[in-house]
């Protein structure tokens, strides 16, 4: 009964999801919407009246023994009505479906990428909304209009079917009573099926899910060392066995009643249908006599017409179901109320930041588990700041936070003493700039990954400048097409591939290059080898004037010149100051330093086996 | 037949056979049931329609038509038992089965080929194509074998009746089929233009949408406002370029699709076809009434079925052309095979590199240029250099990933080539730069190999040695804990720390007799580095050690160090005989330490 109301509540809902479709596609292209009916319309018509009037009026003709010109007039007509109709369609498929669709396309997407852009970063790491997100993305042009064409189809498939059984009412008004069976066929049986279908694939997502990973570990080339340097090459196969032996177990599950209902529902869709209509019909013309040849001949394309319409309705509502999953997540994107809200308004940040602080902050990805721990500190004035601490300690979250790509769980993050939330947030992350561990640059030229679409006096200076200053410019000039190069082969097949070090030093140069009142670095030189790295903080350490440094590094020598450390655990400042303080308080910040450094002093003793673990 | 054609059919054959093997029961009856459903239709549509009508038109008794339509429909739900049967159990079960014996024969090749296949991008793509089109050839082939099928059967019952009823006929359904078939192959040239005009624009469509969606791009995009800009504006110049080369076609498309659709199959059997069938009718009176609709149908349907056997060969030929790709991926002779048979020494043994010199490709230049280094048994030896100097090329050399162009690897004065690949590299252990945690338990994980491999308490040692002992505490099944989230909901997921200690356990785990450390602290924090150096020390006593690391604090307790630089060693001794060389050695650890000081 609950299951009932949830199923009715859940149909209501395709059917608004559907609704839904078409409602956007009108706005992009009220012609595709129009056509679309149109074209459903038109297809209908042919089908019915070349099925069911067309050859009875023909047979009528001649077993009447009219005159072979009038069957010929009428042929005529028909040729010239249906070689406009095909016009119609041809101009359909050829002029307007591929114009609209790249429409729609272009629409649509634009929609979605604002969209992408405005949700806050916290749904793209969230895996559940994400994967929804992928899917509304994949095709969702294409997924849209087809919802349009189920949405015409299945309305104008009702008037059709009823047509079609009218003709066959007036033919003989008990013939209609073979529809009952089709109609029981396709809606229970049908239904039945579909409900196997399913359970088919939920059972078989694990399967399928193993199967596809082992594919993946067999062909991808960063698997295929470890292939050859151990056994685990037959434990995947052993993996794979497995779901191919799973595969088979859902099969024989279903298998039973799906032979059942698949038989139920053919018999009741073709076999009773024809066969029965057939002996009907030959009943009435052979014992009772009450009906003509060209009527019992009619009858019959007329009932097979009606099932086919009855089927091809039931396909298209299957169709339109399994089109409104991909619309509800479509829609639940879409609808999504932004928590932190890219377009948000706000103050006007002064362009010019004198302090940073954080009181009492408090965040966590997931409930109960905190990154962040009540942290709280200030920095003023053009400062070099370091963040430094184990993996996990919450660096990069503190980054995060402080360019509002997360808000915290309690406590406020005041820029200038005003909190940040209350600021225009375009504006306000015009006040960083960055560059992130995880970096990537985009398949565009190395200039415009530099200085990534911001508008600069002198954009050639700038961008050489920052390449400098993160150590790449060299390597920049050596190649054909300098500056211009364009980045990955991607698109361009004189395209750069460079090396991770040296990609590395071109995403830190935005941060050298962009004007801004923070700039900050996490982990700067993951990629880069002793010299390189030593050069770029160099180079960070050289352009900190007039601005707030803020940057994150494991290497604690690179801190030492900073003019605050910041020492993080778990969530939390244990330790601040200067270098020098931190090392006086001999505490953990000084514990780790001494660790890393112990190796580059003369310590004779390290390396001969005196080996402890505290 | 061509030789070319004589391909396509002995390839087609060649898969049905495999299909065969897997399954012989649904192979066959896959092919009966076309047949079956072929001789239902014309059953139902054609004899039956026609035996009816004629029982009415001729006044035969009612009984006649009742026992043939009763006995028909008999038969129609026995054939639609065998149909549901087919379909619902033996193909659930018969294609996972056949998918299985193709991708298994893919699987033992891709393990048994060389690492430098995968450097090809165009074989690289081959073989992936192959892979990932593997299962769906299988359902390729089957569809063309019932069309194949269907339209025999059809071609054979519709003519014998054409034949018996009214051979002119022929002429009709010929001309429909032989019209659709010429206009048929100008639409699809015209749309193989069109998608490959389309093609390089799809590709950016497709670029800018990952810029949107991955969430690698996230933050920057967010972080740097305008840096969406310019991607729309190109989004919108590729959407106007796909736009026009539509506009460009339209006329052209139009016309075809209009005598293809229209023209070559509506006018040709409901104008021209049902004129001549009413003249025979009412004119001639040389077929009865009834018949007209009886042979319209079974006309229109004949030349859809013959249009679908004429498909069958451009299908075959598709399926042809990526059985040629796994045939040529089936053909591949791994250059780096086992040249002899010799035991592997027990224990460590020298290690020689005699003027080694590799390119990965002649053309973008040699990556190591003669290189000779000895290295001792039990001794640790360091790599070290800036950043593609050609470290990582070396170990892989050394591994027998790849075999030298010039010079000789020699492992206790034999060519490393006289051993057995496998063996030889099971007496290595190693740690990859990128290093891969696999769906499965923590254990397998350890022993890369199935859980009855190993005992328990090896695989604890191992990873208490790694420092991973700490977090398998914290995992509920310990070592049988799944890993990822690949296959388990509730599976785990490693930091790249974590994971990097677990692969290091790998290496603590295995009996070898030299282990390979390509950069293994780079994803760890400092004191998590440092007592992965310790016990990294200890447990390596009794073998010999190589490592690359771009930190020298881990290097400098190496017996002998070894810096590279543009494919060739410049310089190498122990850290103090490199330090008071002064030379750039010196120079790179003052870069590092000197800030330590």
């Known amino acids: 009964m609950k299951e009932n109301k949830k199923n009715k509540k859940s149909k209501a809902r395709v059917f608004a999801n559907n609704s839904y479709a078409v409602k956007t596609v009108w706005e992009i292209s009220k012609k595709r919407v129009i056509h679309t009916a149109l074209y459903s319309i038109v297809g209908y018509v042919e089908w019915i009246f070349m099925s069911v009037f067309f050859l009875r009026y023909v047979i009528h003709a001649i077993e009447t023994g009219a005159s072979f010109e009038k069957a010929l007039f009428f042929i005529g007509i028909c040729f010239v009505v249906f070689s406009l109709f095909a016009m119609y369609g041809s101009y359909m498929n050829s002029v307007l479906i591929p114009y609209t669709n790249t429409k729609i396309y272009r629409e649509l997407y634009k929609r979605l990428f604002a969209k992408a852009r405005n949700v806050e970063l916290r749904c793209f790491e969230d895996a559940d909304f994400y994967n929804k997100y992928t899917m509304a993305l994949d095709g969702a042009a294409d997924k849209m209009t087809k919802s349009v064409t189920f949405f015409f189809d299945v309305i104008f498939g009702v008037v059709a079917a009823a047509v079609a059984f009218s003709s066959m009412f007036f033919i003989d008004p008990y013939s209609v009573l073979f529809v009952i069976s089709p109609i029981i066929g396709n809606f229970v049986f049908g239904g039945l099926m579909n409900k196997i279908w399913g359970g088919r694939y939920t059972d078989n997502v694990k399967n399928n ?85 060209a009527e019992l001949a009619i009858m019959f394309t007329a009932m097979s017409t009606s099932s086919w319409i009855l089927i091809g309705m039931f396909n298209d509502i299957t169709e339109a179901l399994k089109n409104g999953e991909f619309l509800e997540y479509f829609r639940t994107f879409m609808e999504y109320k932004e928590k932190i809200s890219e377009n948000q308004d706000g103050i006007i940040p002064d362009t010019k930041v004198h302090s940073i602080e954080f009181r009492d902050v408090s965040f966590e990805y997931k409930e109960n588990e905190p990154v962040i721990n009540h942290l709280s500190f200030k920095i003023e004035g053009d400062k070099v700041c370091a963040l430094v601490g184990h993996n ?199 514990e780790m330093f001494t660790k890393q450094a112990q190796n580059y002093l003369a310590d004779e003793s390290f390396g001969k086996g005196e080996i402890s673990h505290e | 037949m061509s030789k070319k054609d004589n391909r396509v059919f002995s390839n087609n054959l060649n898969l049905l056979k495999l299909c065969f093997k897997a399954s012989p029961k649904y192979t066959v009856l896959s092919i009966v049931e076309a047949i079956r459903n072929e001789v239902v239709v014309f059953l139902e549509f054609t004899f039956g329609l026609n035996y009816v009508l004629e029982c009415a038109e001729y006044g035969r008794p009612f009984k006649d038509a009742a026992i043939f339509l009763v006995g028909l429909l008999a038969f129609v739900m026995a054939g639609l038992w065998f149909n549901a049967y087919l379909y619902q159990k033996l193909e659930m079960k018969a294609k996972p089965k056949i998918k299985q014996a193709l991708k298994e024969m893919l699987y033992m090749k891709a393990k048994e080929i060389d690492l430098e296949c995968y450097d090809n991008p165009e074989f690289y793509n081959d073989y992936v194509l192959a892979v990932s089109e593997a299962e769906n050839q299988v359902d390729r082939l089957f569809g063309m074998l019932s069309s194949l099928f269907t339209g025999l059967t059809s071609i054979v019952l519709s003519g014998a009746f054409f034949i018996g009823n009214d051979p002119i006929s022929f002429g009709f359904i010929f001309v429909a089929f032989v019209a659709s078939l010429i206009v048929g192959k100008a639409v699809n040239s015209l749309n193989f233009k069109i998608r490959n005009e389309k093609n390089p624009h799809e590709r950016k469509l497709n670029y800018v949408n990952r810029v949107f969606y991955l969430n690698d791009y996230a933050k920057e995009v967010r972080l740097n406002t305008e840096v969406s ?210 769906a499965a338990t923590v254990k397998e994980n350890v022993l890369l190999d199935f859980e009855d491999a190993g005992e328990d308490k090896k695989v604890l040692q191992a990873i208490e040695k790694s420092g991973f002992a700490d977090r398998l505490h914290s995992l509920e099944n310990g070592l049988r804990a799944n890993l990822t989230t690949e296959f388990e909901d509730d599976g785990v997921n490693l930091s790249g720390g974590e994971g990097q200690k677990l692969a290091v356990a790998r290496v603590f785990y295995k009996d070898a007799n030299m282990i390979i450390l390509d950069e293994p602290s780079s994803a760890l924090d400092p004191i998590a580095e440092y007592h992965l150096n310790h016990s990294m020390l200890t447990a390596a006593e009794n073998k010999s050690v190589i490592f690359i690391s771009h930190r020298l604090s881990t290097t400098r307790i190496a017996d002998k160090i070894y810096m590279l630089e543009n494919g060739q060693i410049i310089e190498e001794g122990s850290h103090e005989e490199l330090f008071t060389m002064a030379g750039k050695y010196a120079q790179m650890w003052k870069v590092q330490a000197g800030q330590y000081i």
């Open chain 1, 209 to 293: 899910r193993r199967a596809e990973y082992v594919n993946r570990v067999m062909h991808l080339a960063e698997y295929a060392k470890e292939i050859r340097f151990s056994n685990i090459h037959d434990l995947m196969m052993n993996r794979y066995n497995e779901s191919v032996k799973g595969n088979q177990a859902v099969a024989d599950k279903y298998a039973k009643k799906a032979i059942v209902y698949t038989w139920a529902q053919n018999v009741t869709t073709f076999a009773l249908v024809f066969e029965g209509i057939m002996i009907y019909a030959a009943y009435r013309t052979i014992i009772s006599q009450t009906m003509g040849l």
């Open chain 1, 392 to 590: 996990g300690a919450g660096k990069s979250t503190i980054i995060k936070l402080l360019f509002r790509l997360y808000d915290p769980t309690s406590g406020e993050i005041l820029v200038n003493g005003i909190n940040i939330k209350e600021y225009n947030l375009k504006a306000y992350r015009k006040l960083f700039s960055a560059a992130f561990q995880d970096y990537k640059v985009m398949a565009m030229s190395v200039k415009y990954n530099v200085l990534m679409g911001e508008e600069f006096e002198n954009p050639e200076e700038t961008a050489e400048h920052a390449l400098q200053c993160s150590g790449v410019w060299e390597k920049i000039q050596s190649l054909p097409k300098g500056m211009d190069t364009i980045m990955t082969k991607e698109f361009d097949n004189e395209g750069a591939l460079l090396s991770g070090g040296e990609q590395q030093k071109i995403v830190v140069a935005r941060a050298f290059a962009k004007k801004a009142s923070v700039k900050v670095f996490d982990e700067p030189s993951s990629a880069l080898d002793p010299i390189a790295e030593y050069e770029l903080y160099k180079g960070i350490m050289d352009e900190s004037k007039g601005h707030i440094t803020l940057f994150i590094s494991h290497r604690l020598s690179s801190v030492k010149d900073a003019d605050m450390v910041f020492m993080l655990e778990n969530g939390t400042i244990i330790e601040e100051g200067t270098h020098k303080e931190l090392m006086s308080k001999n505490g953990q910040y000084c």
């Open chain 2, 229 to 438: 800009k310019e991607l729309l504006k190109d989004f919108d110049k590729v959407n106007d370029d796909i736009l026009a080369i539509d506009k460009k076609n339209a006329k052209k498309r139009f016309w075809l699709q209009y005598l293809q659709s229209y023209i070559c199959n509506h006018f040709i059997i409901y104008v021209v076809y049902m004129i001549y069938l009413v003249y025979s009718a009412a004119v001639l009176h040389r077929i009865s009434y009834s018949n007209v609709a009886v042979m319209l149908t079974t006309a229109n349907r004949m030349k859809n079925r013959m249009r679908q056997f004429s498909d069958v060969y451009p299908k075959m030929q598709e399926i042809s052309l990526y059985v040629d790709k796994i045939h040529k991926f089936l053909a591949i002779t791994p250059k780096i095979v086992s040249e002899g048979n010799r035991p592997i020494p027990e224990h460590p043994t020298e290690l020689e590199l005699r003027n080694v010199s590799f390119a990965y490709n002649e053309k973008d230049g040699y990556i190591l240029k003669n290189v000779s280094m000895k290295i001792n048994p039990y001794s640790k030896i360091a790599i070290v250099g800036y950043n593609g100097a050609g470290k990582t090329t070396l170990i892989k050399l050394i591994m027998r990933l790849y075999d030298p162009n010039e010079g000789e690897i020699l492992l206790n004065g034999i060519n490393i080539k006289e051993y057995d690949v496998a063996e030889y590299r099971r007496k290595i252990g190693t740690v990859f730069q990128d290093f891969k945690i696999f």
